[in-house]
């Protein structure tokens, strides 16, 4: 089994934004084909990786106000198993995607709950943060959006907007902001109705296996002035996970 390799992003929230090295579409590209490009290479077949999220209950607090971490394993991009880890009170606590149906195992309780759709605008785990699990689950770009359209672009990035598929999204619209040499989303925008309410920050890129990687995401909720950061340490490509993992009745055991 290969060793942690210090970095990184692939669980349900670090598959979003790795990527390839850039491609030249043979005339002008269209936002389809960018998000394709995104698609096709964000994630390896299989993911382990190690994950800390902070928490901090406004947009310019200095000190978190809780610090939360995890495991996460990753396979393909519709299947995810977040593994909370601490602080103790919600030790063993599990989130599994598993295509596009989200089951959350609480050990307080011992129970199973299946996410719905009215469900998946709240906080992952019920733990709090910015991070909701329509914000971190999903089967990839091409299939949770549509109408994709460039709106702009600079000589770094292009900006694409598109409308979720969920008709019981909380979301309006989303604007990405694609790095062009990475195609990586460096930056998302989140609207409600017309109104910017959160806004996505990828940074820290490296590239890992041939795959360009944002280590430090930032989710600035602005609706609710609050903001939550996610920082990945360690991460492994490829390796053989068990398949309990993301098995809907064994995955917590």
């Known amino acids: 089994m290969g ?9 349900i929230l670090s598959v979003l934004f790795a ?11 269209t936002a389809e084909q960018i ?9 390896p077949s ?7 999220m902070r928490i901090f209950r406004t947009l310019d607090a200095t000190e978190a106000d809780r610090e939360i971490r995890m495991l996460s394993y990753a396979r393909g991009i519709e299947d995810s198993h977040l593994e909370f880890v ?22 307080s309780t011992g129970r199973v709950r299946n996410i719905g759709s009215s469900d998946r605008g709240s ?22 959006y549509r109408d994709f359209e ?16 969920d008709e019981n999204s909380r979301y309006s619209r ?14 998302i925008y989140y609207y409600e109705n017309g109104e910017k309410a959160k806004e996505l920050q990828a940074s820290r890129i490296r590239e890992i296996s041939g795959r360009n990687v944002a280590t430090h995401l930032v989710m600035r909720n602005i609706k609710n002035n609050s903001r939550t950061e996610i920082l990945m340490d360690e991460v492994e490509w490829d390796v053989p996970l068990d398949d309990d993992l993301f098995h809907p009745n064994r995955f917590f055991r």
Do not use: C
């Open 174 to 187: 989303l604007v990405f902001h694609v790095e062009k040499q990475r195609h990586i989303p460096v930056q």
């Open 3 to 11: 060793t942690f390799k210090k970095f990184t992003l692939v669980s």
């Open 123 to 144: 906080s992952v785990g019920g733990v709090g943060g910015d991070f909701s699990y329509e914000d971190m689950g999903g089967s990839g770009f091409l299939a949770d």
């Open 150 to 165: 460039i709106t702009g672009e600079t000589s770094e990035v292009w900006k694409i907007a598109a409308v979720p598929v």
């Open 46 to 52: 299989t993911a382990r990786s190690r994950m800390s």
């Open 19 to 29: 990527a390839g090295s850039g491609t030249v579409y043979g005339g002008q590209s």
């Open 35 to 43: 998000m394709r490009k995104v698609d096709e290479q964000r994630s």
């Open 86 to 107: 601490s602080p103790r009170n919600i030790r063993g606590l599990r989130v599994l995607d598993l295509d596009g149906a989200i089951r959350v195992f609480f050990p």
